[in-house]
Nanobody
């Protein structure tokens, strides 16, 4: 099992920056990877970014490339978000996968989820 706790959400103006943190712990720590997903009101959950915990490979959805950076240290994963846009407004969730494989952008590959943190970008 992996427990995940997200922090760092908030209200920011367009063009600003935020850093989200995802603290991971549990029997299955470290995970194979951490993913960040987001869900805006009335929309489906979408993949944002992921990192392979051991190899360090990173993956991004096209809309955040060049603006968001995923990273990790020994116990936390981070999502550094810059040049934020109003369309980035959503609840952001980190998720952990404990299996090898591809499909880093598929929520079904992640067995453990945090409670989410709200990011609101004002125009």
């Amino acid at each position: 099992q992996v427990q995940l706790v997200e922090t760092g959400g908030g209200l920011v103006q367009a063009g600003g920056s935020l850093r989200l943190s995802c603290a991971a712990s549990g029997r299955s720590f470290p995970p194979r990877g951490i993913g960040w997903f987001r869900q805006a009101p009335g929309k489906e959950r979408e993949f944002v970014a992921a990192i392979n915990w051991s190899g360090g490979s990173t993956y991004y959805t096209d809309s955040v490339k060049g603006r968001f950076t995923i990273s990790r240290d020994s116990v936390q994963a981070y999502l550094h978000m810059s040049r934020l846009k109003p369309e980035d407004t959503a609840a952001y969730y980190c998720a952990a996968r404990t299996t090898y494989g591809s499909n880093w952008n598929q929520g079904a590959e992640y067995a453990y989820w945090g409670q989410g943190t709200q990011v609101t970008v004002s125009s």
